[in-house]
């Protein structure tokens, strides 16, 4: 059974930074890609950033600059760093990891950012 614990989440004003952490424990072989996906209320859930295994990122064009994503692989431990929040960064941030033969969710946590 593989887990995924996220902290880091919470409010903060426009402008200001969070990091968003997610560790993944259980039966793990190897991970070979772990991202970010976000939900806003109403909306659909959409990719913010990923990591791969061998270290390559990929960012959605909105938050491009402004967040920063990276991994621990001996701890098995994915972060999000975000700077220059805005409003509509706001939303409910899933960790998600993809092992061989399948992928994980996290529970999600909560990001508000206000105007």
């Known amino acids: 059974q593989v887990q995924l614990q996220e902290s880091g989440g919470g409010l903060v004003q426009a402008g200001g930074s969070l990091r968003l952490s997610c560790a993944a424990s259980g039966s793990i072989f190897s991970i070979n890609v772990m991202d970010w996906y976000r939900q806003a209320p109403g909306k659909q859930r959409e990719l913010v950033a990923l990591i791969t295994s061998g270290g390559r990122t990929n960012y959605a064009d909105s938050v491009k600059g402004r967040f920063t994503i990276s991994r621990d692989t001996a701890k098995n431990t994915v972060y999000l760093q975000m700077n220059s929040l805005k409003p509509e960064d706001t939303a409910v941030y899933y960790c998600?990891?993809?092992?061989?033969?399948?992928?994980?969710w996290g529970q999600g946590t909560q990001v508000t950012v206000s105007s």
């Open positions: 998600h990891i993809i092992t061989a033969p399948r992928d994980y």
